[in-house]
């Protein structure tokens, strides 16, 4: 099976400043690698998604952006954070065909 | 695109009662829909899924069942026990273009000794 790897697991950050998750995966190659938000007692929120390097599609309008510069390497980013950014930030990784998705154990982001 | 709809969006059972889950889909071209489980500041995890070439599948005291017409699809568990709370997700895929895994909003599913 697939090892996800993302990090950090907690960060806290003042409103305005950049941020970088990162994440990666073992265990196969050629991986459709996923972010998702996942508000407080929400559901989970698909931002972007990437069927392979530097392939990168964008499912809402917002301050977040999505790089994939190795094929199994997926970074979250954003150059100005706004307060609404908080949540639990989840890499996923999953074979094509429909396989399971693997998650990450996730990053709880605090704006502040 | 696709949507996803999920409800309830809590369900309270006493132990040994059935749960029921129900979602429905948008895109006809889905055709995978896996159920994920996800604990309490943990990761969401499989714990069953199903193909749209199948009406039901089975697995222990865990059940889906798959209605393409209506576009609908469910989640029953039997013998419900205190370590089935969590919050439990159903989602969609279609095996076209990109390979969008869209997610329904959550069922809080508690179950009381």
């Known amino acids: 099976s697939q090892t996800i790897h993302q990090w950090p697991a907690t960060l806290v950050q003042p409103v305005g400043s950049p941020l970088s998750l990162e994440c990666t995966v073992e265990?196969?190659?050629?991986?459709?690698l996923y972010w998702y938000r996942q508000a407080a007692g929400r559901g989970l929120q698909l931002l972007f998604y990437?069927?392979?390097?530097?392939?990168i599609s964008s499912e809402v309008p917002q301050n977040l952006s999505a790089s994939r510069p190795q094929d199994r390497q997926f970074i979250l980013s954003s150059k100005k954070l706004l307060l609404s950014d908080s949540g639990f930030y989840l890499c996923?990784?999953?074979?094509?065909?429909?396989?399971?998705?693997?998650f990450g154990q996730g990053t709880r982001l605090t704006v502040v | 695109g696709e949507n996803v709809e999920q409800h309830p969006s809590t369900l309270s059972v006493q132990e040994g009662d059935s749960a029921v889950i129900k979602c429905t889909y948008s895109d006809s071209a889905s055709n995978y829909f896996p159920w994920y489980k996800q604990e309490l500041g943990k990761r969401p995890q499989l714990i069953i899924d199903?193909?749209?070439?199948?009406g039901e599948k089975k697995d222990q005291r865990i059940a889906v069942t798959l209605n393409k017409t209506a576009k609908h699809f469910s989640l029953h568990i039997t013998e419900t026990q205190p370590e089935d709370s969590a919050v439990y997700f159903c989602a969609a895929k279609a095996n076209t273009g990109f390979q969008k895994l869209v997610f329904g909003t959550g069922t809080r599913l508690l179950v009381s000794p």
């Open positions: 199903i193909r749209s070439n199948v």
């Open positions: 996923a990784s999953r074979t094509g065909g429909g396989t399971e998705a693997f």
């Open positions: 990437s069927v392979g390097i530097g392939q």
């Open positions: 265990g196969t190659s050629n991986p459709n």
